[in-house]
C-alpha cells in the first residue's frame, strides 16, 4: 500500500493531522496505545504520508471507526490488520494494527525505513528468527511476543535505535559496534537567532517575540529583520537605514525593562543580491550585532554563479551566519551550489551555516547538514518565526540535527548566554 508522491503540505499541518487521528484513536476503549510512524516519525523533511500504528484486541472496531470518520475522503485499500485512506486534506493516512503482543514488531514496520527493516530482517533470519513484512518476529514457526520496539532489537542483538537514525546510513553497525551517537534535544538549546517582527514581514512586536521566547527558556534571542530589497519587493513595506536605527533604539529600552532575563540581540538579515554583494552598505551593516545573510531572489542561476554568490557572503567581514542556506520554499528544491566548496569556505572562515526550522524551509536538510558537519561546520538551529507562537518550531531544527547526527560542541545555539556572545563577539 504505496502513495509514494512527497506531499506539498507544509510538514507543521501533516504533523497537526497525524496528532488529531492519534487523539481521536487513543480516545477509544479498544486502543491500547497508537503513535505516529513512517516519515513523520524519523523526522524526514519529505512527507509522503501519515502513518499510525495502533495497538488493539479489536482490529474491525477501530478499522470501522476510522473508515467512518468524517474528514475521510476515500478508503483506498482495507486488508486484515492494515488499512489506507484518504483525507478531505488530500493527506493519505495509513493505519497499521496488531495485537499488543506484537505492538514492538508492528511500530518497527510501520516506522521504517523499508531499508533499515529490511536490513534489520537480514539479521533477525542470521540470528535464528524470521521478521515478517508486519513486525511480527517468530522463532522456528513460533510467534515471539515483543510488546515493545526495544525488545525486538534486543532479540536479534541491538540495543534500540532512534527513530530518526533508522534510515540503513550505517546506525546499524554503529548499533553493533556501540558506537551509536549521542543525540541532542531541544533542551540542549538556549537561543534562537533568527526571527522577524511587525518592523518587516512579522506579526508580532519585538518585545512580544522576547516575551514568548522567555517562556520558552531562551537566554539569548536575535531580532533580524530583512533588509530593503527583501521588505520593498517581496513584501511591499519600505523599510530604510533609519529604521533600524529606530529598531535599534527601541531593542535598547526593552532590554532596559527586561533586565537579565533574556538578552535581545539587534541583527539583520540581509540579501544576498544576486552579484553577491550585500543589500546594506558596510558602514550600516557594522551598526548591527548580529547579521544573518541569505538568498531570497534568483535561486534559478547556474550552480556555479550560486556557488560564488554563498561564498563571497561568507567572506563578508560583517557576516556571521548564512540563513537557511539554498533559500528552498517547500516542496521546492532551492538554488543549488557546490555545497562541499560553500562548506569548505564556511568552515575556512568560521562562519555558521544555519539550520531553518521554519515548516517552510528545513534548510540545511539532514543530508546536507551532515556533509558539513563531517567537515567541522558550525551550525544555529533557528526558528525564522515570523510570529511569536512560531517559536516552538525549534524542535523541527532539533529533528533534523539529530537526524544529521550533529553533535553539541557543533551548534552554536547550544552555547549558554556567556559563551554564545562571545563566540559572536557581541558585549554582554
Ligand atoms: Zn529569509
Ligand atoms: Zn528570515
Known sequence: MQVSTTLSIPINKIRDSADDWRNRLLGLNAVADCITAGSIRRWCDAIERIDLAISTCSIEEVLDFAAAQPDVEIVLARKEKRMLLRLNSGIPLQLWLDHPSNFGGLALAATGSINHFAHLQRLARANGY????????THAGKSVAC???????REIGLPFITPELREDRGEIEAAQQGNLPELITREDLHADLHMHTNWSDGDNSIREMALAAID????????CDHSPLVCGRIYGKSINAGNY???KEEIQKIRGELGDKIRIVHGIEVDIRPDGTLDLEDEILQQFELVIASLHTAHDQPRETITDRLIQAIRHPCVKIIAHPSGRDLPG???EADWEQVF????????????????HHLDLNDRLARQAAEMGAKF???TDAHRASALVNLKYGVGIARKARLQKDAIITCLEKEDLLRFLNIDR
Open 344 to 359: 569548505k569556505a564556511a568552515v575556512e572562515n568560521s562562519k555558521v551555516l544555519e539550520i531553518n526550522s521554519n515548516p
Open 216 to 223: 520558552l527558556g531562551h537566554q539569548v534571542i536575535a531580532i
Open 380 to 382: 544555529s538551529i533557528d
Open 333 to 335: 528544491t532551492g538554488a
Open 130 to 137: 524470521a521478521l515478517k513484512e508486519d513486525g511480527e518476529l
Open 147 to 153: 510488546p515493545t520496539e526495544e525488545q525486538i532489537y
Open 245 to 247: 536605527f529606530q529598531q
